[in-house]
T-cell receptor
Framework: DGGITQSPKYLFRKEGQNVTLSCEQN?????MYWYRQDPGQGLRLIYY???????QKGDIAEGYSVSREKKESFPLTVTSAQKNPTAFYLC???????????FGDGTRLSIL | AQKVTQAQTEISVVEKEDVTLDCVYE???????LFWYKQPPSGELVFLIR??????QNEISGRYSWNFQKSTSSFNFTITASQVVDSAVYFC???????????FGTGTSLTVIP
């Protein structure tokens, strides 16, 4: 079945450590997105990519980095510069930028 | 500024009641898209509807209906004869025409009581 796979489902980070969240899609979608969800704040856009080898910052990109070397993959690295990384992270993809987005199951990141 | 407001944080209804979830948006753009998504307890968001700014026609899909009014910048969602399976968090979202930026509301948590 086509879809978006995020891994791991739960992730723990130590202080000062970088961690990478995986997002893979087999929907042949051009656009991919990373969102952060905090309680009571809805979803906020971290980064998005409309095409391979290109990505743009969203509203809260500081402390995060991404790469888009393959169409299927859009990993998100939470760096040690992100001071409050505890949140639920959702990856999404769409055929093109303004098309409906398909979401993964999310990764819940916590600080040890 | 682009913004989506869902003023209802939590709503509880008894099964079979109708319920309307409100969504008000702000945008400088003359062309844009509006979306509704459902987030069940599992966490994955499920797409429900997309509307472009040119199309103010109301839409009905089974027990779901949407009322888009540009004059009041609202895109409200009504569930008729609610069911327990409708319990979820519902998000309204706004995107620019190219889909380069998405803005989500804070969500409305709906609980349908059997």
């Amino acid at each position: 079945d086509g879809g978006i796979t995020q891994s791991p489902k739960y992730l723990f980070r130590k202080e000062g450590q970088n961690v990478t969240l995986s997002c893979e899609q087999n929907l042949n979608h051009d656009a991919m997105y990373w969102y952060r969800q905090d309680p009571g704040q809805g979803l906020r856009l971290i980064y998005y990519s409309q095409i391979v080898n290109d990505f743009q910052k969203g509203d809260i990109a500081e402390g995060y980095s991404v790469s888009r070397e393959k169409k299927e993959s859009f990993p998100l690295t939470v760096t040690s510069a992100q001071k409050n990384p505890t949140a639920f992270y959702l990856c999404a993809s769409s055929m093109r930028g303004n098309q409906p987005q398909h979401f993964g199951d999310g990764t819940r990141l916590s600080i040890l | 500024a682009q913004k989506v407001t869902q003023a209802q944080t939590e709503i509880s209804v008894v099964e079979k009641e109708d319920v309307t979830l409100d969504c008000v948006y702000e945008t400088r753009d003359t062309t844009y898209y509006l979306f509704w998504y459902k987030q069940p307890p599992s966490g994955e968001l499920v797409f429900l509807i997309r509307r472009n700014s040119f199309d103010e026609q109301n839409e009905i899909s089974g027990r779901y209906s949407w009322n888009f009014q540009k004059s009041t910048s609202s895109f409200n969602f009504t569930i008729t004869a609610s069911q327990v399976v409708d319990s979820a968090v519902y998000f309204c979202a706004l995107s620019d025409w190219a889909g380069n930026q998405f803005y989500f509301g804070t969500g409305t948590s709906l609980t349908v009581i059997p």
